[in-house]
């Protein structure tokens, strides 16, 4: 996978000719020797973790037909698919639900668990008309935008988006959306496509398992780097 991280991050890649962690940088801060024999294992004993955007009763954009489901719904789906495909690579994907608890308590759930990296997920709606997929992520915690980037490739390659599309947009704790993405290592916040959109409703149906599937191998290749 192409990997190029936004201009303003202060992260480093591995070596691209050994792909091993150059010294001092975070990855190999990061990666233990225990932890490169899980990695080796390319995913084993690892845990994704996926909170469901929004709540039941507060379940988010709807998406137009033919979608006709709500962010709270969609995610839930895609979670489950996750789990399934996640299942047959020796990962883990638990799913985490804010109700009751929150976007902190959801998020807090998941870090008990012991997750390695964190998706949120979500979709987007203003218009009617526009259209693309992005990703958010921190603009300080560490491994994030790196994440962001895999996941970010992975799910345009998946809906066929032209290039990074809307692209992964590094964010504070105070901007809209910085609470979900700030509050551990490794986390991002999806939103694959426009649900007001008729034409994004039909894509959303229609490359769901692929989107779910990019997005195990994105995590998968971002612990393998």
């Not at 709807?62 to 995610?75: F, K």
């Not at 299942?87 to 009751?100: C, M, N, Q, Y």
């Not at 993405?181 to 769901?208: M, S, W």
Request: charged share 20%; with cysteine; hydrophobic share 40%.
């Amino acid at each position: 996978m192409d990997l190029k991280l936004p201009p303003n991050s202060k992260l480093k890649l591995p070596d691209e000719k050994t792909q091993k962690p150059k010294q001092g940088s975070f990855f190999s801060r990061l990666f233990k020797s225990d932890d490169n024999k899980k990695l080796n294992t390319y995913g084993h004993g690892l845990k994704l973790a996926f909170i469901v955007g929004h709540e039941q009763t507060a379940h988010g954009a709807y998406g137009v037909a033919p979608l006709s489901q709500n962010e709270y719904d969609w995610s839930r789906g895609l979670g489950k698919l996750m789990q399934t495909i996640a299942a047959t690579k020796g990962v883990e994907v638990g799913i985490f639900l804010r109700d009751g608890v929150g976007i902190k308590g959801a998020h807090r759930e998941a870090n008990r668990w012991g997750a390695w990296a964190v998706i949120e997920s979500h979709f987007n709606a203003y218009n009617g008309t526009s259209a693309g997929s992005e990703t958010l992520c921190s603009n300080s915690q560490p491994g994030s935008a790196v994440f962001a980037a895999m996941v970010q490739r992975a799910m345009c390659e998946a809906l066929n988006r032209k290039d990074m599309s809307r692209g992964v947009k590094q964010i504070g704790i105070s901007d809209r959306g910085g609470l979900n993405v700030n509050l551990y290592p490794r986390t991002v916040l999806i939103e694959p496509f426009f649900g007001d959109n008729p034409k994004e409703a039909q894509l959303a149906i229609d490359k769901k398992e692929q989107l779910a599937h990019s997005l195990v191998l994105s995590f998968l290749d971002f612990v393998a780097v």
